[in-house]
């Protein structure tokens, strides 16, 4: 067996098939199934190897006879029967005899010279007898498959014994299949793990589809409530906003805008309690000055005399106020 140079196979047995050259550019796309049946893809169109051809033993070449050049006609040159006949015959054909040589012609009479006042004599040239025409081999009829009730059988020596194998290359087979069969086995197992995985996952993802679609109706109500709470937040916000700037923009009131009653009256008791407070205060400090010497007895009890009268007029007349007021009305103060 020789190797076979293709597109994709080197003399010296290189494959550089495709699948080859992806297996170097990415490895883990590639496996050795894929390998196998790259190759039995390459090898099936153009076949890796072949047979050695068996040609015909080369003869040796004939010796050739030299003949001394004689006048006359040259002896016509008798054809081969057996160049005439085909290189190979059918099996059940059978040559016909070859037919014996002819004898060889005699040895012409040498030329003889003669003195130049004799007349020259030339020896009668011989006269050989015709060539045999070369036999008329008759090709055998062609036989009739669909009639013919057994195939022929064909010639013992017609077909070559088979070439025995090489036994490195049954070696080298056998190793090469037993790896590939330990390494699909390891391929397929690891397959199997792999898709009893993926298959769990798929199954975990498909239980989980369901509680995921729940999550997200529960999320979506969820959202539209913080979104109704967030509207109302920003126009409670937005009005607090513009009463502040409303506030703001009126400047800092006086005590007397902040402290008032609700009506006139309300508004005089308000003043008269105020003044009542403030009489009671003057009493005070006028008491602390008397204790300090600062004013004499006499100025004190005058002074004191008067804001006494004045203080009993404001406080009858807060009562005054206060008892013709209606039932639950406040007072003012």
């Known amino acids: 067996m020789l190797v076979r ?18 297996w170097v550019r990415k490895s883990e796309g590639c496996s050795v199934s894929g390998l196998v049946e790259a190759m039995q893809g390459e090898f099936g169109r153009s076949p890796p190897v072949y047979a050695k051809p068996h040609g015909p033993p080369v003869l040796p070449p004939k010796p050739m006879q030299t003949q001394s050049p004689a006048p006359g006609p040259s002896p016509a040159q008798i054809p081969s ?20 040589p002819p004898p060889p012609p005699p040895n012409p009479t040498p030329y003889q010279p003669q003195p130049s006042f004799v007349p020259q004599q030339f020896a009668p040239q011989p ?45 080298l087979h056998n190793e090469v299949h037993a790896k590939l069969s ?69 400047g800092e009131p006086s005590v007397d805008e902040l402290v008032c009653g609700v009506s006139i009256v309300g508004n005089q008791v308000v003043n008269l309690v105020a003044e009542d407070n403030a009489i009671e205060d003057t009493i005070f400090h006028l008491s602390k000055a008397l204790n300090s010497g600062r004013i004499d007895l006499e100025r004190f ?4 005399r008067l804001l006494a009268e004045e203080q009993f007029m404001k406080r009858a007349l807060i009562e005054k106020i206060n008892a013709n007021m209606p039932v639950g009305q406040p007072a003012g103060y």
């Open 5 to 22: 140079p293709g597109p994709h196979l080197d003399p010296s047995g290189r494959l550089g098939i495709e699948y080859l050259q992806q």
């Open 81 to 100: 029967p057996a160049l005439a006949a085909p290189a190979q015959a059918p099996p059940n054909y059978q040559l016909p005899p070859r037919p014996p």
């Open 127 to 171: 006269q050989y007898p015709p060539a045999p025409p070369p036999p008329v081999v008759a090709s055998p009829p062609i036989p009739n498959l669909l009639d013919a009730d057994e195939a022929p059988a064909l010639g013992v020596g017609s077909a070559a014994p088979p070439v025995p194998p090489n036994p490195q290359i049954v070696s």
């Open 182 to 250: 330990s390494s699909l086995a390891s391929l397929s197992t690891a397959l199997a793990l792999d898709a009893e995985r993926l298959r769990a996952h798929q199954g975990a993802l498909l239980a989980g589809e369901p509680a995921i679609r729940d999550e997200m109706a529960r999320l979506e109500a969820v959202r539209d409530v913080c979104n109704g709470v967030v509207g109302r937040v920003g126009a409670v916000v937005s009005g607090a906003e513009s009463w502040v700037n409303d506030v703001r923009g009126r």
């Open 301 to 304: 009890l005058r002074s004191t």
